[in-house]
């Protein structure tokens, strides 16, 4: 009984270890931003990408950043071609962003040949000066219930996975 016990123990305490990806359903569509690099006092592009599109024909995606991050640049990506993107008003009007910010796509109807995966947005972020060496700099993107939408006009489950701009 106790090397039930113990093996039992054991088995959950190694479950616990395991990232909740491991986890994720495999069919369920993820947004996920692309790690890169980048100089202090640099311009770089970051890639929001779509992987098990089913069809999304409406989306609202919160981008957050660290401080160092200014947003100065986004360009629609072949991913969500056929969708209509309105991007934060702060970015046309300030022409930067720091912080946080909301993208949002809708298509009252698409094709077959209109579900792709790939790059739904291509982000262009300045890096202050001040940023520190061989640090890390999270970009995160969040989906909130009921934010997806598709192509039957019911909301779907979305896995996100944030990403970050490593300083070199």
Do not use: H
Request: hydrophobic share 40%.
């Amino acid at each position: 009984m106790k090397k039930s016990i113990s093996f039992l123990l054991a088995f959950l305490v190694i479950l616990s270890l395991l990232p909740m990806s491991v986890f994720a359903e495999s069919d369920v569509p993820s947004i996920s931003v692309k790690s890169t690099c980048a100089s202090p006092n640099s311009t770089v592009d970051v890639a929001l990408l779509v992987e098990n599109n089913p069809g999304i024909t409406a989306s609202s995606i919160m981008i957050t950043f660290d401080e160092g991050l200014t947003l100065v640049g986004a360009t629609a990506g072949d991913a969500f071609s056929a969708l209509t993107m309105t991007p934060p008003r702060q970015l046309s009007t300030i022409g930067s962003i720091t912080g946080s910010c909301r993208f949002a796509w809708f298509s009252s109807d698409i094709e077959e040949e209109d579900i792709k995966d790939g790059t739904i947005l291509t982000l262009t972020f300045e890096v202050s000066e001040d940023v520190s060496l061989n640090e890390d700099y999270m970009i995160s993107v969040s989906c909130e219930d009921g934010d997806t939408v598709g192509k039957d006009g019911n909301a779907m489950p979305i896995n996100t996975g944030n990403g970050y701009i490593s300083i070199i």
